[in-house]
């Protein structure tokens, strides 16, 4: 279109003292900057949040503080608080959608993640969130748990302790009065989406018109073999081809403004509220993607910026994210014609707002947050077991701990049990491990266990559920898989491994129903024999196959025992932390197993010492932040 003309400057209801605060909004073109004087086109409002994670009352000490225009700092987090801001920002607007790019739920706040991601999914309800995409975390159970339970609010097994808990007004779990959406990921077998693509919502124009927007969504592609999200039964579909496919079918079907929101990210410099030298898959993408889709909102990378990004035909539109654990609100204000429903793309802005503190907290979102935090503390001192002497993570020079020979044989029970109750991402059947190994000192990555389980001898030995659940686990399940005796063998021999002139031992932790004896003085990958193994008192036979348990991330060689790649048929069992509590649980009374279930030749003989033992890995903070290697993720390492 041409020139629209220079209007006097008004602003938007809500809006103007927190765009004089953080700086100038991102504007397609110096026109937008007068766009709320274009009354003859419809506003639209798109306020949106990602990765949530749970975090109502505040993010991690990390992340509570962001860097805005001239190098400002704010302070920022809490549903509270952002109940505030979205009052505020939605005052004066008509039509307006709040939404969202996946991982809200599955975190790492306590509060959140002890009682089923329930606290999150009320939060969210009392903000008003009308949709979101699925991002990978949505799927850290099974999609049947995000469906049934989270969506629809089906209780299942363990009701009252395991799930649908009495939320603030005392009432029974309700599940979300908003859907989740994904257009790239589908069931296996029968190439249907597990959650519908798109949703078409409608906004109010002139003369009783009723005007569409389409929302494209999709998740960052690996959802289904990720170590957390690890669900065999789905499979992923390219995010360019998908969205435009999308794109092309909703302007077929009359949809002239389009929106892309999409669970993967990108990096674009250290001021929330700008973009500079962006760089990432979501920025590739928002380069390629259909000239269709008029805004390109991201997440996943916990990375915050706000830009214009030229579509293949040269037309500016919003590229943005928002951060995470509830740090920025992103708006986005959109003006479509009366007429055709076409967004007016010179009119376009954008700004992230900070969810600051200089605003008065919402009370029923701090009644909320209040409530599950306290909940969650009174359920957390709850005894489920006793235990009658110290676990420690110190190994002896063998590689053998007593908190490893316990996680060991956890991991053995439970590759035995169950399996989920909603349970929909498997597709092998779930048989009963025969042995279990844990990696207690892996080269990369730090070790499931996260701290001692110390005796209380004031509690007369209770392990309380706080204990156990801050003991164990970082969010991966624990996976049985079909191996060969071989791959066992080379998993063991890949304990050993030289860097330079030293020898590094990575050990492994094994169940009780298992004993190896290795060379001391042999060089790495000529340690064990076989015959040394013994499983049930039965030499290992290489050629024989094995039900093997344990997490994914070790499935899948993440940790360096390249060897357990080499797997068939596996399944996916409970999340480690939520397996571990149940076990202490089932076990009523723990004590400490004797050491002894790895034993040396020649231990005398051989130079120096047996191999240079790793050192302890840190234990994981409370915030439960899973490992991810990959720069560019949502994991502690990957974090912009």
């Known amino acids: 279109m041409g020139s629209l003309g220079r209007r006097g400057f008004m602003t938007a209801a809500g809006s103007l003292a927190t765009m004089s605060a953080t700086g100038t909004p991102a504007l397609a073109t110096a026109d937008a900057a007068d766009a709320p004087t274009a009354s003859e086109y419809v506003d639209v409002q798109l306020l949106s949040i990602?990765?949530?994670?749970?975090?109502?009352?505040?993010?991690?000490?990390?992340?509570?503080?962001?860097?805005g225009a001239a190098g400002k700092k704010f302070t920022v987090g809490g549903v509270p608080y952002l109940a505030a801001h979205l009052e505020a920002l939605r005052a004066g607007h008509t039509n307006t959608f709040f939404f969202a790019q996946g991982?809200?739920?599955?975190?790492?706040?306590?509060?959140?993640?002890?009682?089923?991601?329930?606290?999150?999914?009320?939060?969210?309800?009392?903000?008003?969130?009308?949709?979101?995409?699925?991002?990978?975390?949505?799927?850290?159970?099974?999609?049947?748990?995000?469906i049934d339970h989270m969506e629809n609010g089906s209780p299942y097994a363990g009701e009252g302790w395991t799930n649908s808990f009495p939320d603030s007004t005392g009432?029974?779990?309700?599940?979300?009065?908003?859907?989740?959406?994904?257009?790239?990921?589908?069931?296996?077998?029968?190439?249907?989406?597990?959650?519908?693509?798109?949703?078409?919502?409608?906004?109010?124009?002139?003369?009783?018109?009723?005007?569409?927007?389409?929302?494209?969504?999709?998740?960052?592609?690996?959802?289904e073999s990720a170590t957390t999200s690890f669900q065999t039964a789905l499979r992923m579909l390219d995010q360019l081809e998908t969205a435009n496919r999308?794109?092309?079918?909703?302007?077929?079907?009359?949809?002239?403004?389009?929106?892309?929101?999409?669970?993967?990210?990108?990096?674009?410099?250290s001021d929330f509220n700008s973009g500079s030298t962006p760089s990432g898959p979501a920025y590739d993408l928002a380069l390629a993607a259909s000239p269709d889709i008029d805004a390109i909102v991201t997440g996943h990378w916990h990375c915050a910026f706000n830009m214009m990004v030229p579509d293949p035909s040269g037309r500016p539109r919003p590229f943005?994210?928002?951060?995470?654990?509830?740090?920025?609100?992103?708006?986005?204000?959109?003006?479509?014609?009366?007429?055709?429903?076409?967004?007016?793309?010179?009119?376009?802005?954008?700004?992230?707002?900070?969810?600051?503190?200089?605003?008065?907290?919402?009370?029923?979102?701090?009644?909320?947050?209040?409530?599950?935090?306290?909940?969650?503390?009174?359920?957390?001192?709850?005894?489920?077991?006793?235990?009658?002497?110290?676990?420690?993570?110190?190994?002896?020079?063998?590689?053998?701990?007593?908190?490893?020979?316990?996680?060991?044989d956890w991991a053995l029970w439970a590759g035995g049990q169950e399996l989920d109750p909603f349970d929909t991402g498997n597709i092998w059947p779930n048989v009963a491990a025969d042995l279990a190994v844990i990696a207690i000192a892996p080269r990369l990555g730090p070790c499931v266990i996260n701290d001692d389980l110390?005796?209380?001898?004031?509690?007369?030995?209770?392990?309380?559920?706080?204990?156990?659940?801050?003991?164990?686990?970082?969010?991966?399940?624990?996976?049985?898989?079909?191996?060969?005796?071989?791959?066992?063998?080379?998993?063991?021999?890949?304990?050993?491994?030289?860097?330079?002139?030293?020898?590094?031992?990575?050990?492994?932790?094994?169940?009780?129903?298992?004993?190896?004896?290795?060379?001391?003085?042999?060089?790495?990958?000529?340690?064990?024999?076989?015959?040394?193994?013994?499983?049930?008192?039965?030499?290992?036979?290489?050629?024989?196959?094995?039900?093997?348990?344990?997490?994914?991330?070790?499935?899948?060689?993440?940790?360096?025992?390249?060897a357990l790649l080499n797997h068939t048929e596996p399944v996916r069992h409970t999340r480690d932390f939520e397996s571990f509590v149940a076990y202490v649980q089932s076990q009523s009374v723990l004590t400490p197993a004797p050491l002894g279930r790895v034993t040396a030749r020649k231990a005398a003989t051989a130079r120096g010492d047996i191999a240079r033992l790793l050192p302890l890995a840190a234990p994981h903070d409370t915030d439960r932040t899973p490992r991810v290697a990959a720069a560019g993720t949502d994991g502690a390492q990957g974090r912009c």
């Not at 029974?172 to 519908?196: E, I």
Request: aromatic share 8%; hydrophobic share 40%; charged share 15%.
């Open 50 to 67: 990602t990765d949530l994670h749970g975090y109502l009352q505040a993010p991690p000490t990390s992340d509570q503080v962001i860097t």
């Open 454 to 562: 110390q005796l209380d001898t004031a509690a007369q030995g209770a392990v309380a559920y706080t204990k156990a659940f801050n003991a164990v686990g970082y969010g991966d399940p624990i996976v049985t898989a079909t191996v060969t005796g071989q791959c066992i063998h080379d998993a063991l021999e890949q304990q050993w491994k030289t860097q330079g002139t030293v020898l590094g031992f990575a050990p492994f932790a094994v169940s009780h129903n298992v004993r190896y004896t290795f060379d001391a003085a042999g060089p790495a990958g000529n340690r064990v024999d076989p015959a040394d193994v013994l499983i049930n008192g039965v030499p290992l036979d290489p050629h024989a196959t094995y039900r093997l348990a344990t997490t994914a991330y070790t499935l899948q060689g993440a940790d360096d025992y390249p």
């Open 320 to 408: 943005v994210e928002a951060g995470c654990h509830g740090q920025i609100l992103n708006e986005i204000n959109l003006r479509l014609d009366p007429t055709t429903g076409k967004v007016v793309r010179e009119l376009t802005t954008s700004t992230n707002q900070p969810n600051t503190h200089d605003v008065t907290p919402d009370p029923d979102l701090k009644e909320i947050a209040d409530y599950w935090t306290g909940y969650a503390t009174r359920r957390g001192a709850v005894r489920i077991g006793r235990q009658t002497a110290s676990f420690t993570r110190t190994r002896n020079s063998l590689g053998e701990s007593t908190m490893g020979n316990l996680v060991a």
């Open 171 to 223: 009432g029974a779990f309700p599940g979300a009065d908003f859907r989740y959406y994904s257009a790239n990921m589908l069931w296996g077998r029968s190439g249907d989406t597990v959650l519908a693509p798109v949703n078409v919502e409608y906004v109010h124009g002139p003369h009783g018109r009723r005007l569409p927007i389409g929302f494209i969504h999709l998740t960052v592609t690996g959802t």
């Open 103 to 146: 991982d809200l739920f599955s975190g790492w706040a306590f509060p959140a993640v002890s009682l089923a991601d329930e606290p999150t999914i009320e939060a969210l309800n009392a903000l008003g969130l009308d949709f979101s995409t699925a991002g990978n975390h949505e799927f850290d159970r099974t999609p049947g748990f995000l």
């Open 246 to 269: 999308c794109a092309a079918l909703l302007k077929s079907q009359g949809v002239n403004a389009i929106v892309l929101s999409m669970h993967d990210g990108a990096v674009a410099g």
